[in-house]
């Protein structure tokens, strides 16, 4: 890695398991301030401490975003986390949709009302599925005008899904993120 440029507290990303001299990954580890002094004399705390320890960003499958809010953004700070790998889609988030009632023919009996004599029950179904067939029902008149009624029985769609959190990560290509601690000597 070329010595131009590298300023302690710098992130990089690599894309092999090698960290050269002067840099460690990204990991969230703690490390010494004494150790370290350059390093903490720029991040600090930012990424937790405890005594004489200070933490490193931890960048492993998380992607870094930039400080502070763009118009019509969500205001950063540093350090800062954010995010969720899954997440779940309530109703109240799904745009407005239908869904399709399927419905099938079925063979069945039936009995009908004669126009002119009244004499029967009455009639519901695809005649074409009815057992034999119903030639007069396609020439004639089945029930009476204004003699009949029909009520049909209410019906509901159930709900579909499970529930389940969905995949919420954008396509990627793990690499490691390497922070540098010390500036190398040229």
């Known amino acids: 890695m070329g010595k131009v440029g590298e300023t302690v507290g710098e992130i990089r990303l ?17 490390v010494s301030r004494d150790d370290y002094l350059p390093l903490y004399s720029v991040i600090g705390g930012t990424y937790g ?13 998380v992607v ?4 502070g809010s763009g118009p019509g953004l969500t205001a950063r700070r ?10 779940e ?3 109240h988030g799904l745009p407005p949709h239908s869904h399709q009632v399927n419905v099938s023919n079925t063979v069945g009996t039936t009995s ?11 009639v519901l179904a ?9 030639p007069a029902a396609y020439t004639s008149k089945v029930v009476a005008e204004g003699e009949d009624s029909l009520s049909l029985m209410r019906f509901s769609i159930e709900t579909t899904g499970e529930g389940m959190w969905h995949n919420n990560i954008m396509p990627t290509a793990a690499m490691t993120y390497i922070i540098c601690y010390a500036k190398m000597p040229e």
């Open 14 to 30: 690599i894309a092999g398991e090698y960290i050269p001299a002067g840099w460690m990954r990204c990991d969230g580890q703690g």
């Open 49 to 61: 401490e405890d005594g004489g320890i200070f933490f490193l960003p931890d960048l492993r499958g």
């Open 64 to 67: 870094p975003v930039g400080v």
């Open 78 to 87: 540093l350090g800062e986390r954010g995010g969720n790998t899954i997440a």
């Open 89 to 91: 889609i309530p109703v």
């Open 112 to 122: 009908y009302i004669n126009r002119n004599t009244k004499d029967g029950g009455t």
């Open 126 to 134: 695809n005649m074409e599925a009815i057992s034999g067939g119903w």
